[in-house]
């Protein structure tokens, strides 16, 4: 008698950040979706939840392509903008680059939450993730309003059996209950936002049974368990997914508090392989030592290179019984996007340090440039995704 636990889907495909990049997860999607290999669910993460959401609005990759390159996906991308000097200087007085180099110093300190209380740790980080964060969305409570419209008429019908599902990662800061057990230092929590059928006794993922691996790497600063919620609207979670540290403030959600980006869980490989026999992940280059591993670890208390080592090492455990048993159905599959950032350089929003303000601008280009942009992501992502599939005789 095999005891092992039926997973509740055949194939999930992660969406592990991207940034501006993020249309080359759309073209990864089409080329699976072409040969047979449509994912049923979605996991996206930071700017990959924005490509989750593109794909819920549109699942047929044609639609989708429009989408990717319409006047209304492209308001949304440009209303994200770079926060003006003045407005900075209105915020408080700090320059950029004099925090980016304290938090490279603090990042190579143990513990630099030591010794302060709980409550004051969560309100100085709050400041300190309002205050210094580079970019805004203009007119941000109706920002992706206009991209419903794309949504197909039968969406999220029973009856179509060919729309991935979507989850969604964030994280959000943490105050634990008076009485609690739990480490004075816990100022986080990993957040997901899953459809309303994924925590199920059946599918052995009950919230209580998600546990967040970036706690074991972050010395006490992030709860082991992952708060799971499965009533929730696209545009404020996408929103809270995005809000990575100094990038976009935190976002607060009712119920859930104050809520930040998902790189807490960018590649949430484990849950993934909870979740499906077959996983599309995607390879990534390491992080930066001197502005986003330092920021990562000031925030989240752990270094994310060593975290992402032990994604890419990451080996499932078991797979589900099913009747077809092939390779295709029973894998862990790494797509080969580690170098998106060198082969799609021009192909993004572009960013500019501005020396004399000490401050990082926001350079989006024309429509037509976007346009350019978008659909040379897309065929990176769709090329390296069909590539793989042949390789590999999926």
């Known amino acids: 008698m095999n005891n092992q636990r039926v997973k509740p889907y055949e194939r999930v495909q992660l969406f592990s950040g991207g940034g501006s990049r993020f249309g080359y997860y759309l ?13 049923d669910i979605i996991v996206g993460t930071c700017g990959g939840s924005l490509s989750a959401y593109l794909v819920h609005l ?13 006047r209304e996906l492209y308001r949304v991308i440009t209303a994200i903008r770079h926060v003006a000097p003045d407005e900075a200087n209105k915020r408080l007085k700090l320059r950029y680059m004099t925090h980016a180099l ?3 110093r603090l990042s190579k300190q143990r513990d630099n939450g030591q010794g302060q209380r709980q409550a004051d740790r969560y309100e100085r980080l709050l400041n300190e993730l309002q205050q210094l964060a580079m970019f805004r969305i203009d007119n941000e409570q109706y920002w992706l309003d206009e991209l419903s419209q794309f949504a197909a008429s039968d969406n ?5 059996k060919t729309t991935s599902e979507i989850a969604i990662i964030a994280s959000r ?11 004075e230092k816990l100022a986080l929590q990993e957040l997901l936002f899953a459809p309303p059928c994924l925590p199920n006794s059946a599918s052995g993922l009950a919230e209580e049974q998600i546990t967040s691996p970036a706690h074991i790497f972050a010395n006490g600063r992030i ?5 799971v919620q499965t009533q929730w609207d696209f545009a404020p979670v996408i929103r809270a997914s995005m809000a990575d540290m100094y990038y976009l403030p935190p ?17 949430p490989i484990e849950l993934a392989c909870q979740l499906g026999d077959s996983v599309f992940a995607e390879t990534k280059a390491g992080y930066d030592l001197w502005l986003a591993a330092p920021a990562i670890q000031h925030v989240f208390g752990f270094d994310p290179n060593e975290r992402l080592a032990a994604v890419h090492g990451y080996q499932p455990i078991s797979v589900s019984p099913r009747t077809d048993t092939t390779n295709k159905n029973r894998q862990l599959h790494w797509l080969p996007f580690a170098d998106n ?7 993004n929003v572009q960013k500019r340090f501005n020396l004399k303000q000490m401050t990082v601008e926001l350079i989006h280009s024309d429509y037509d440039g976007f346009v350019q942009q978008m659909q040379a992501q897309w065929q990176y992502g769709y090329q390296r995704t069909v590539d793989y599939i042949q390789q590999h005789k999926l």
């Open 27 to 39: 073209g990864s999607y089409a080329a699976l979706a072409a040969h047979d290999l449509t994912p």
């Open 58 to 70: 549109a699942p047929d990759p044609k639609d989708l392509q429009a989408l990717m390159c319409s």
């Open 102 to 104: 304290k938090r490279w």
């Open 156 to 160: 999220g019908s029973a009856a179509d």
């Open 173 to 183: 800061l943490y105050q634990a209950p008076i009485d609690s057990l739990y480490n």
């Open 223 to 227: 709860h082991p368990s992952v708060k």
């Open 251 to 267: 976002t607060y959600i009712t119920e859930l508090g104050w809520c930040l980006g998902g790189v807490i869980n960018l590649t």
């Open 341 to 347: 950032e060198q082969q799609l350089r021009g192909q």
